[in-house]
């Protein structure tokens, strides 16, 4: 068969289900391409999408195609009052023979040179209002692969789980990244909550890691406690080495964006602002966020309220 592929969100991240789709179809002797023209015939056309239409608008499906499916997160979601909401029935999963195939990583040279992408871990037990893992993964971490299923060597490793250390096999997959030597990415982040175990730091500080990476979402819960437990427990005292996303434009004011910013900077963390609907947001949470994000901005006027952004 003759298979083309869609990356609907573009070609600027790896897109893992088509990366396993396109190894599974390869080893059943098909042709996989990208999907490049309406003049060509394709047996089966995938398109699959991660984003939303706020922020990734869909695309018109092939006409030169027996079969065309669709999935993926980005079509799952559906905006109602003003919400977005995951629909798990429009996102069926993979078979399993495709979803545990090691990944056809030749889709994206530039973007994965070096460097393996997967889950070792899926789902999450915070339920946050605005994430759709749990409605997608169920609100539980479970663990779902070895390291070995998306990595043979590579240098890098990008982490894409949801909550790896709200797992009861943590420490094996710890375990497991730390024996591998490569260079690892927690790119959705840690949660801080399960972070302040002294094994658990230990496990964290004997990894290769540019930075680790948390979240302050929710400004009704105070996590400076736990937040302080760690800078304390954590070798590296460098606040760029822990890294704390914090979502603004949803369910906080400026207020309280401030106080978690001020606090995660007095306890020796980084704070970098995340913004929900970023595209419908005030203008004084953008400013907000590039006031925060750039850190020579940052650094040279330490409070927002003196920021002037005429001034750069």
Not at 62 to 91: C, F, Q, S, W
Not at 268 to 286: C, S, T
């Amino acid at each position: 068969m003759r298979i083309g592929l869609i990356d609907v969100d573009g070609h600027n991240y790896p897109n893992l289900a088509l990366m396993k789709l396109s190894a599974w179809h390869k080893a059943q002797g098909d042709a996989v391409e990208w999907w490049w023209s309406d003049l060509v015939y394709y047996d089966i056309v995938y398109m699959s999408k991660v984003f939303s239409d706020t922020y990734t608008p869909d695309r018109p499906e092939p006409l030169n195609a027996d079969r065309v499916v669709k999935g993926g997160t980005g079509y799952a979601i559906r905006t109602e009052n003003g919400r977005e909401m995951y629909h798990p029935e429009l996102d069926p999963p993979l078979p399993p023979e495709v979803e545990h195939i090691y990944p056809d990583y030749s889709l994206y040279p530039a973007l994965t040179r070096g460097t393996a992408y997967g889950f070792l871990t899926r789902g999450c037990p915070r339920g946050c209002g605005f994430c759709h893992v749990g409605p997608k993964e169920g609100r539980c971490s479970v663990k779902v692969a070895d390291l070995s299923e998306f990595w043979r060597g590579q240098e890098n490793i990008v982490l894409m789980d949801p909550n790896l250390l709200a797992c009861r096999d943590k420490w094996e997959l710890l375990g497991q990244l730390g024996d591998s030597g490569a260079r690892i990415d927690f790119n959705q982040g840690l949660d801080i909550r399960f972070a302040t175990d002294p094994r658990v730091v230990e496990g964290l500080a004997s990894l290769r890691v540019k930075c680790l990476h948390f979240a302050w979402d929710n400004p009704k819960e105070d996590l400076r406690p736990y937040f302080e437990q760690f800078s304390r427990l954590y070798p590296r005292k460098d606040p760029s080495r822990k890294v704390v996303y914090v979502l603004a434009n949803y369910n906080s004011t400026m207020e309280d964006n401030l106080f978690r910013i001020y606090a995660l900077r007095e306890l020796g963390h980084d704070p970098y602002v995340m913004i929900y609907d970023k595209p419908n947001a005030p203008r004084e949470v953008r400013l907000l966020q590039r006031w925060c994000n750039n850190k020579i901005i940052f650094n040279a006027e330490p409070d927002f309220c003196k920021y002037d952004p005429r001034k750069g």
